[in-house]
């Protein structure tokens, strides 16, 4: 079964970090870009970062960009998310997520296909 | 950086009807790199379409995608009772990344 499973989420307190793991089974992992994309509560959808299937095309969205660090270990089927300097903005549910075209060696042009169910982050003094 | 609007907010229609949902892009999008997904309450989104009219593994040929240029449009043929969700369109651009429009709500009427 094709399966993402998100962990590493939690309260913390606004300037601190929080690393988002996301683990992969079911499919082959190092053939496909990843995505980290988040929803806040009650709200739409909002792409946060990307990468390749070898790491060589990182993309982020403006609003993170700088804090946030999106890697990957292809031997732990594992994707991670380096979040630092959390603002309130931040709080959200994020989800990883798996590119849809098969050895892809960009994370743009790109759909979801496959989603965990999510982490929740929770930015709050 | 490319908007997305979905249009209606909400759509109200009953098992069995037709919906026609819309979504209308700030700048010309390449058809290659639109998508729609639906997202019932608690769930994680599902891809339906892909490459704006192509299907997703094991979607229904109830749901099309069509459109071009600024224009999309997801139909769904005959609606079942497990359609009712929220439906989003979901644009790659170059200067601006991944950007999803706002959703349409689906409700029963």
């Known amino acids: 079964e094709v399966q993402l499973v998100e962990s590493g989420g939690g309260l913390v307190q606004p300037g601190r970090s929080l690393r988002l793991s996301c683990a992969a089974s079911?499919?082959?992992?190092?053939?496909?870009?990843m995505h980290w994309v988040r929803q806040a509560p009650g709200k739409g959808l909002e792409w946060v970062s990307g990468i390749s299937w070898n790491s060589g095309s990182i993309g982020y969205a403006d609003s993170v960009k700088g804090r946030f660090t999106i890697s990957r270990d292809n031997a732990k089927n594992s994707l991670y998310l380096q979040m630092n300097s959390l603002r309130a903005e931040d709080t959200a549910l994020y989800y990883c997520a798996k590119g849809y075209y098969y050895g892809s060696g960009s994370y743009e042009h790109d759909a979801f296909d496959i989603w965990g169910q999510g982490t929740m982050v929770t930015v709050s003094s | 950086e490319i908007v997305l609007t979905q249009s209606p907010g909400t759509l109200s229609l009953s098992p069995g009807e037709r919906a026609t949902l819309s979504c209308r892009a700030s700048q010309s999008v390449s058809s290659s790199y639109l998508a729609w997904y639906q997202q019932k309450p608690g769930q994680a989104p599902r891809l339906l379409i892909y490459?704006?009219?192509s299907r997703a593994t094991g979607i229904p040929d109830r749901f099309s995608g069509s459109g071009s240029g600024t224009d999309f449009t997801l139909t769904i043929s005959r609606l079942e009772p497990e359609d009712f969700a929220v439906y989003y369109c979901?644009?790659?651009?170059?200067?601006?990344?991944?950007?999803f429009g706002q959703g349409t709500k689906l409700e029963i009427k």
């Open positions: 490459g704006a009219s």
């Open positions: 979901q644009q790659y651009g170059s200067s601006s990344g991944y950007t």
């Open positions: 079911g499919f082959t992992f190092d053939d496909y870009a």
